[in-house]
């Protein structure tokens, strides 16, 4: 069992910046990808950035490439993500989660667990 555990949220003013934490206990996630995922009001959760186990190789959605950035720091069980220039639509809960795999997903399917989520508000 993996628990995960985000924070970092809150409101902030558009054009700010927040950094997301993930922590992860119960088990070592160096082995695995690890994602974030988004899910605002009314809609479906939607992928947003991946990073693969060695924290070599990234993806993002394009609606947040160039503004958000996905790191880990394996040997703090830890998974970041730095998001600038924020933009009112991207208000939403913000899940982290574990891949089955190595390599980065982007599929919800390819992800185990999931944390409870952290809120990100983003007024215009």
């Known amino acids: 069992q993996v628990q995960l555990v985000e924070s970092g949220g809150g409101l902030v003013q558009a054009g700010g910046s927040l950094r997301l934490s993930c922590t992860a206990s119960?088990?070592?996630?160096?082995?695995?990808?690890m994602g974030w995922f988004r899910q605002a009001p009314g809609k479906e959760r939607e992928f947003v950035a991946t990073?693969?186990?060695?924290?070599?190789?990234?993806y993002y959605a394009d609606s947040v490439k160039g503004r958000f950035t996905i790191s880990r720091d394996n040997a703090k069980n830890t998974v970041y993500l730095q998001m600038n220039s924020l933009k009112p639509e991207d208000t939403a809960v913000y899940y982290c989660?574990?891949?089955?795999?190595?390599?980065?997903?982007?599929?919800?399917?390819?992800?185990?667990?999931w944390g409870q989520g952290t809120e990100v508000t983003v007024s215009s």
């Open positions: 990073i693969s186990s060695r924290g070599g190789s990234t």
């Open positions: 119960g088990r070592t996630i160096s082995s695995y990808a």
């Open positions: 989660a574990k891949s089955r795999y190595s390599p980065p997903e982007t599929a919800r399917y390819a992800y185990e667990y």
